[in-house]
Each structure stands twice: as structure tokens, then as C-alpha cells.
């Protein structure tokens, strides 16, 4: 099956997010670099939340 790139970026940037919430934004933010995700959008991701789409799943939570 083909799977374009984009999508496993954007699942890469979804499981860093999870394990970014419940754990710290360093493993987040390595497991993205680790499955490809440059590390500046990583770490856009994770710092800036608010530039992420309103229907994001993460929108309510609070990373620390």
C-alpha cells in the first residue's frame, strides 16, 4: 500500500504530541526527529500550540 510521505509526517507530529503530554516536550519532540519530522517543526509544534489547527485534538491541553 502507498502511503504518502505527509501522512506519516503528520502521525509522527501526532504521537509526538501524545508523548509530549505525558511526558516531557524533550521525548516529544525526539521521538519527531527520530520518525523524520525536522526538528524546527517539531519544536514549533510543541512550543507555539495556538498555530495549530482549531481542531486539533491537543487544542485544550497544556504541555509542560
Do not use: C, Q
Not at 511526558?23 to 500550540?49: C, E, F, H, W
Request: proline share 3%.
Amino acid at each position: 500500500m502507498f502511503v504518502r510521505a505527509n501522512n506519516l509526517t503528520a502521525t509522527a507530529v501526532e504521537r509526538g504530541i501524545a508523548v509530549a503530554l505525558f511526558s516531557d516536550i524533550k521525548a516529544g519532540a525526539t521521538l519527531m526527529y527520530r520518525t523524520g519530522v525536522p526538528l524546527m517543526v517539531a519544536l514549533r509544534v510543541l512550543l507555539r500550540p495556538s498555530k495549530r489547527r482549531s481542531d486539533d485534538w491537543t487544542r485544550d491541553w497544556v504541555l509542560h
